[in-house]
């Protein structure tokens, strides 16, 4: 038997992702002779993790775990042994899809167009040139990708796949992974016929010659793969987009705009995350932390004005001016009228297609609306800033209400309001949250 696991209790952090790759993980360390149901509850696993196909697990718990199992199976090339005792179908669809494809190239293509159907974080994409092509497989600001046994994982099947399809012992022109290099590489050389092997690239992925591409797969079947095409779309389109990374940044400086303005090393200490990592996972959405900063302000502003129960002064405390001027100038900005017009319903007929609340708009929410498309491996729609529009439920998690209470600081308030007497509690907070919708429920692919 190998040594034993200790329970612990664990912070929930992170994305959250379905993978099929637990299951066969699992097996591995049931064969070693590790205590797998002990194992389960140090992660805090379903029992199922052993037997489902898929498992949803947040993104920081699946390199917890994977980290954990090589010390227990004493296999630092995890990753690469799980490839090369890989069970045909644990792909499901998505595999069904590139088996039938006619060339390599097409194969390729499908587990980019269809990465979506097995995982909700991984996006993959295909490029074509200068006499090649080259997968990439990343996570857009998470540099190292699943970490370093399933990025070996991944990008081993990559390879052993187009060499199944073809009967050909393909030779990539290059190889590289997004985590950095370990201290052996030989069995990595080994498998991929080449020491063209680089490291810390921020994604994982493998160049392959365009004659390569261009290879039969040996299973090719038009008349089916033209069905399962048709199935792989439709299931594709099914799946409930994920919440989008800048929404889950709305919601936690939301949560805290009581008062004072929640700072960004505050915010990105809540998502366990250093500054940087933080601000490059907003850049990759097209936002950064003040815009959303002010968007919230604004979204609390209108409810607070549409309720009509607190002054202008105690308004402006609660979103963190110092300034009642400067309250006064950015409303003004937001809504073209100064507040006391837009309390009194003068505030200007909304753009066609912007159904921006007004003052009657008690419940009115600014949310984010998911765009129509998923990037080409479909890692899933997110949120575009879009403020006014009511975000379908699966859309909002954790409700798009509550301003946050003020506990205490009416005293302040009161100081702001322009004279008017102090309330005599704490600022009444907003209500009305919708419930926190989980990630995709079901998907898998070359992806987690």
Request: aromatic share 6%; charged share 20%.
């Amino acid at each position: 038997m190998l040594g034993g696991v200790t329970a612990r209790t664990r912070p929930a952090a992170g994305p959250k992702t379905r993978t099929r790759t637990l299951r066969p993980l699992l097996h591995i360390l049931r064969a070693k002779g590790a205590d797998v149901p002990a194992f389960l509850r140090r992660f805090e696993l379903p029992e199922g993790a052993a037997s489902d196909e898929e498992t949803m697990v947040s993104l920081s718990t699946l390199h917890e775990v994977f980290e954990a199992a090589e010390g227990l199976a004493g296999d630092p090339f995890l990753g690469l042994h799980m490839a090369l005792q890989y069970q045909r179908g644990t792909m499901g669809l998505l595999e069904y899809t590139f088996r039938l494809a006619p060339t390599l190239g097409d194969a390729y293509r499908r587990v980019v167009r269809y990465v979506g159907l097995t995982n909700d974080l991984v996006q993959m994409a295909f490029e074509e040139g200068g006499g090649r092509g080259r997968v990439r497989h990343f996570i857009p600001g998470h540099s190292l990708c699943l970490g370093r046994h399933l990025n070996e994982y991944f990008v081993t099947l990559f390879v052993l796949q187009v060499r199944h399809l073809s009967g050909v012992e393909i030779v990539p022109d290059e190889v590289w992974f997004a985590h950095p290099r370990p201290p052996e590489v030989g069995p990595l050389v080994e498998v991929f016929g080449t020491s063209a092997l680089a490291f810390g690239a921020e994604s994982n992925g493998v160049a392959i010659s365009a004659a390569d591409l261009a290879l039969p797969v040996s299973s090719a079947d038009p008349t089916l793969l033209a069905i399962i095409d048709g199935l792989a779309e439709k299931t594709l389109a099914a799946i409930p987009p994920v919440e989008k990374f800048s929404l889950q940044v709305r919601r936690a400086v939301r949560e805290r705009m009581s008062g004072t303005v929640p700072e960004l090393p505050a915010i990105a200490a809540v998502f366990h995350m250093s500054e940087r990592t933080f601000q490059r996972r907003l850049g990759d959405e097209g936002t950064n932390f003040q815009n959303l900063v002010d968007s919230v302000r604004e979204e609390l502003a209108r409810l607070h004005m549409a309720e009509q129960k607190l002054s202008l002064g105690e308004i402006a405390y609660l979103l963190g001016y110092a300034e009642h001027s400067a309250f006064l100038r950015a409303f003004k900005r937001w809504t073209g009228v100064t507040p006391q017009r837009y309390r009194a319903g003068a505030a200007p007929a909304p753009a066609e297609g912007a159904a921006r609340p007004g003052p009657a708009a008690s419940g009115a929410r600014a949310v984010e609306a998911a765009p129509a498309g998923a990037m080409a491996g479909g890692a899933g729609a997110g949120g575009a800033a879009a403020r006014g529009e009511a975000a379908p439920a699966s859309a909002v998690a954790g409700g798009a209400g509550a301003g946050g209470a003020a506990a205490g600081g009416a005293a302040a308030a009161g100081a702001l309001s322009a004279g008017r007497p102090p309330l005599a509690g704490a600022p009444r907070s907003l209500s009305g949250g919708t419930g926190r919708s989980t990630s995709r429920a079901d998907r898998t692919k070359g992806g987690s």
